[in-house]
C-alpha cells in the first residue's frame, strides 16, 4: 500500500505524468503503433502545458485557499518569542552534546 501510495503520488505532478506519457507515446511509435503514439504525444504536450500554467495551478489551490482564509489585518498577530528549526545541518564532534554541534540555523536566538 505504502508504494502504491507513493507511486500515485508522484503521478499527480504533471510534469511526470506527462514524461511518462511521452515514453509511452515513444514505446507506441516503436511498436508502429502511430495513431496511438501520435495522440499519446498531443495528451503529453497538453498535460505539460496545461500543468505550467497559473491558471491550472489557480484552480487546483482555490479550494485550499476557501477552506483557509488569509488572518484580517484589523487583528495584529500575537508576538512571538522563539522559533523551532525543525531541520538543520549537523556534524558530529567527539565530546561534545550533540545540540552544541548545531550550525548557526539551528541555534537559539532571542530578539
Known sequence: MYVFKHFI???????????VTAVL?????????????????ACAIAVAYLGSTPVIGDALLWPLERQYPPLPREHPLPRVSDVVVLG?????????????????DACSQRA
Do not use: Q
Open 88 to 104: 538543520s545541518g549537523y556534524k558530529s564532534h567527539d565530546g561534545i552534546p550533540i545540540t552544541a554541534a548545531l550550525d548557526a
Open 25 to 41: 507515446a515513444l514505446l507506441c511509435r516503436l511498436l508502429e503503433r502511430g495513431k496511438w503514439g501520435l495522440a499519446l504525444s
Open 9 to 19: 503520488g508522484a503521478l499527480a505532478n504533471p510534469l511526470l505524468a506527462a514524461t
